[in-house]
Nanobody, 126 residues
């Protein structure tokens, strides 16, 4: 069972940047897809970005396209989310997730991910 631990969330000002990290407890297979989701108070958990472990496929939600970048470091079993030009509406708990089987039709669906981290809080003040 893969365990995921997120880090890097904090309180920042509008326009600032942050980099979130998600460390996996074991070596990740190239068949995996790694995703970032977020959940704001009173809202559903929503898709942010995803990357296949071989980095052949990357996808973003429209709300973050052009501002966020997902990447991974295979040697450290870690996936990153670089967030630039942060806005107050980006405030949420950010979750990392792993799906052992990549399906491009389901990559935005939280139900397709088997493993989840505990989340890290990102707060953007105006």
């Amino acid at each position: 069972q893969v365990q995921l631990v997120e880090s890097g969330g904090e309180l920042v000002q509008s326009g600032d940047s942050l980099r979130l990290s998600c460390a996996a407890s074991e070596r990740i297979s190239t068949s995996y897809v790694m995703g970032w989701f977020r959940q704001a108070p009173g809202k559903e958990r929503e898709f942010v970005a995803a990357i296949t472990w071989n980095a052949y496929f990357i996808i973003y939600a429209d709300a973050v396209k052009g501002r966020f970048a997902i990447s991974r470091d295979m040697s450290k079993n870690t996936v990153f989310l670089q967030m630039n030009n942060l806005k107050p509406e980006d405030t949420a708990v950010y979750y990392c997730a792993a799906d052992p089987t990549f399906n491009y039709r389901e990559v935005r669906e939280k139900s397709s991910y088997d493993y989840w981290g505990q989340g890290t809080q990102v707060t953007v003040s105006s």
